[in-house]
């Protein structure tokens, strides 16, 4: 089985500048996420979608971070304009069940996008 | 929302030795509480995960323990081998209408020494 794949693997960018992260969600998982992981960090929640609809981006700052996920299977995360303090992992995961009492609920990451501002 | 608090920060242990790594969490609600493993440069893997109405689970040389009542879970590896030197991240998930989401701890850094 494909795992979540993501693009690119890294990126460099100036200040002020705008990136996109792409994500391909395991095939039949209805919901993905985007986490940043700061160096040294766990990973903070950025926004989470259960197909094409937002469930949770109460932690995604909005004046520059936006998200979407069209036809509710491959999604993008863009920054616009970047700040040094978004250097970080870009994680997208995906997962099978949302919310279910039963079953492992179980997150598959991403490799991730590592993205240096300078 | 969630709060996950994770210690220690950092682990050395000689091989063969055991590790534990502690999390407490502050919602009640919480009910799934898993646990990942981070090699350097790879993605978070998921190793072992419990659900609230179980008190302990085991995996061959992986247990996690959960307290309901004080609100905390650890992870416990035994006979611990080179190869289980990475970062180690607990989660808490499960408050009404939180979905799957998931708070992570800021990790754990085990080096298993020879």
């Known amino acids: 089985e494909a795992g979540v794949a993501q693009s690119p693997r890294y990126k460099i960018i100036e200040k002020r500048q705008s990136v996109a992260f792409w994500c391909n969600p395991i095939s039949g998982h209805a919901t993905l996420y985007w986490y940043q992981q700061i160096l040294g960090q766990g990973p903070k929640l950025l926004i989470q979608f259960q197909n094409n609809g937002v469930v949770d981006d109460s932690q995604l700052p909005k004046d520059r971070f936006s998200a979407e996920r069209l036809k509710g299977v491959d999604s993008t995360l863009k920054i616009q304009p970047a700040k040094l303090e978004d250097s970080a992992v870009y994680l997208c995961a995906s997962s099978l069940l949302r919310g279910s009492s039963t079953g492992s609920g179980e997150l598959f990451f991403g490799e991730g996008s590592r993205l240096t501002v300078l | 929302g969630e709060n996950v608090e994770q210690h220690p920060s950092t682990l050395s242990v000689q091989e063969g030795d055991s590790a534990v790594i502690k999390c407490t969490y502050s919602?009640?609600?919480?009910?799934?509480f898993p646990w990942y493993k981070q090699e350097l440069g790879k993605r978070p893997q998921l190793i072992i995960d419990?659900?609230?109405?179980?008190g302990e689970k085991k995996d061959q040389r992986i247990a996690v323990t959960l307290n309901k009542t004080a609100k905390h879970f650890s992870l416990h590896i035994t006979e611990t081998q080179p190869e289980d030197s990475a970062v180690y991240f607990c989660a808490a998930s499960g408050a009404p209408g939180g979905g799957n989401k998931l708070t992570f701890g800021t990790g754990t850094q085990l080096k298993v020494e020879l």
């Open positions: 919602d009640s609600a919480s009910n799934y």
């Open positions: 419990i659900r609230s109405n179980v």
